[in-house]
């Protein structure tokens, strides 16, 4: 096993602990709960093999829901945003994350806050729509949406600048 299996096992493992354990127990202003486990989706490496991604991607979402009794609401989420990925990064890096020698630290902070903005929101609205499950109460998802996410994006650049190898 080499060193980017183990290290993304390491990943998986801390931040299903750090989402149940930690941030599922925060309740900003009664409602805000950051998802930081999505910065999984966004370390997993570019040129990984896409099925174990996706599957990566649904045993995260699951684990988060079986500790967090949620119904496959984290699962379903991950799994939609896991599948969209490439078609967010052309749109924040270009056709040039297709090339074998792409890496994050060939983009700008701004491409990087973007994809990972974008990451997170998909998932929020994902997540959101489906737990409330009724249109009829768009602006409480919305709110929910925004919130939430502007609350994980700020804590997930936040770990990304103090957990993200060198590299990036």
Same mark, same amino acid.
């Given at each position: 096993?080499?060193?980017? &299996?183990?290290?993304? $096992?390491? /990943? *998986?493992?801390?931040? @299903?602990?750090?989402?149940?354990?930690? +941030?599922?127990?925060? #309740?900003?202003?009664?409602?805000?709960?950051?998802?930081?486990?999505?910065?999984?989706?966004?370390?997993?490496?570019?040129?990984?093999?896409?099925?174990?991604?996706?599957?990566?991607?649904?045993?995260?979402?699951?684990?988060?829901?079986?500790?967090?009794?949620?119904?496959?609401?984290?699962?379903?989420?991950?799994?939609?945003?896991?599948? &969209?990925?490439?078609? $967010?990064? /052309? *749109?924040?890096?270009? @056709?040039?994350?297709?090339?074998?020698? +792409?890496?994050?630290? #060939?983009?700008?902070?701004?491409?990087?806050?973007?994809?990972?903005?974008?990451?997170?929101?998909?998932?929020?609205?994902?997540?959101?729509?489906?737990?409330?499950?009724?249109?009829?109460?768009?602006?409480?998802?919305?709110?929910?949406?925004?919130?939430?996410?502007?609350?994980?994006?700020?804590?997930?650049?936040?770990?990304?600048?103090?957990?993200?190898?060198?590299?990036?």
């Amino acid at each position: 096993m080499n060193s980017t &299996v183990l290290i993304n $096992i390491l /990943r *998986f493992i801390l931040l @299903v602990l750090t989402q149940v354990l930690i +941030f599922n127990t925060l #309740n900003f202003l009664g409602f805000i709960n950051p998802l930081v486990y999505v910065i999984f989706l966004y370390w997993y490496p570019i040129k990984g093999d896409r099925g174990v991604f996706m599957l990566s991607a649904f045993l995260i979402g699951f684990m988060i829901d079986v500790f967090s009794d949620t119904m496959a609401l984290h699962a379903m989420a991950t799994l939609t945003v896991a599948f &969209v990925r490439p078609i $967010i990064m /052309r *749109f924040c890096f270009g @056709v040039n994350y297709e090339f074998q020698n +792409f890496s994050f630290k #060939n983009t700008t902070k701004v491409q990087r806050v973007t994809f990972l903005g974008l990451l997170i929101l998909l998932h929020q609205i994902v997540f959101f729509t489906f737990e409330m499950l009724s249109l009829s109460h768009i602006l409480l998802i919305l709110k929910k949406v925004f919130a939430t996410g502007i609350v994980t994006l700020f804590v997930c650049t936040l770990f990304s600048s103090l957990f993200s190898p060198k590299s990036e």
